[in-house]
């Protein structure tokens, strides 16, 4: 019988900057509601992602997946790219 990992969460985000080997930073953004007046609010959440074959770059909409704990801050890999960034001229 095999043994089954636990639903883990999946965020999808933007790859901000390349903070070292097999590192990157990934900005999620989502939406909520004003406690009082309603209005809908941007925000955004910086993530320590673990980039294993450093194949992500800058601007790469990206798939992140939480993890054990794999230094000070980093507690979440990536699992794929989902759109590349375009090139820079």
């Keep these: 019988m095999g043994q089954t990992r636990n639903k883990r969460k999946r965020l999808q985000g933007v790859v901000t900057s390349k903070t ?6 990934v900005t999620v953004a989502y939406k909520i509601p004003h406690p009082r007046f309603q209005k809908v609010i941007n925000r955004k959440t910086v993530l320590h992602a673990h980039d294993e074959k450093n194949e992500t770059n800058p601007g790469d909409k990206v798939e992140i997946m939480e993890t054990r704990p794999l230094s000070k801050l980093k507690r979440w890999r990536t699992t794929r790219i989902l759109e590349a960034a375009p090139p820079l001229d």
């Design 20 to 25: 070292g080997d097999k590192s990157i930073k």
